[in-house]
């Protein structure tokens, strides 16, 4: 696979990890897209990249840690709203199975 196409596949899974993290189902499959662009990117830049191939790899890299950064603070928050409800459900006594 030549520098390019690495960047170009860090660039486009960075970009749909970045945009599939705010869906609420869909960001579970979208992190392990932005880890992808985590890997490619760098990988493209161990490659030596000359001109827009860098900058594509850059990119890609950020928007995959950008991508996996805001999964995991999604994937945080729906844990505690889970552990939030579940707490108000025993406060009032309601069974939750």
Do not use: H, R
């Not at 170009?8 to 993290?21: M, S």
């Not at 392990?32 to 830049?45: E, K, M, N, T």
């Not at 490659?47 to 827009?52: A, F, Q, V």
């Amino acid at each position: 696979m030549t520098t390019k196409n690495k960047a170009i596949v860090a660039l486009v899974c960075g970009i749909l990890g970045l945009v599939g993290g705010w869906i609420p189902v869909v960001q579970y499959i979208t992190g392990i897209l932005s880890i992808v662009a985590i890997v490619f990117g760098a990988l493209a830049l161990k490659d030596k990249p000359e001109g827009s191939e860098k900058s594509m790899a850059v990119a890609g890299l950020v928007l995959g840690i950008v991508a996996c950064a805001i999964t995991l603070l999604a994937i945080l928050c729906a844990i505690c709203a889970v552990a939030a409800i579940g707490g108000l459900a025993a406060q009032y006594g309601v069974q939750v199975s």
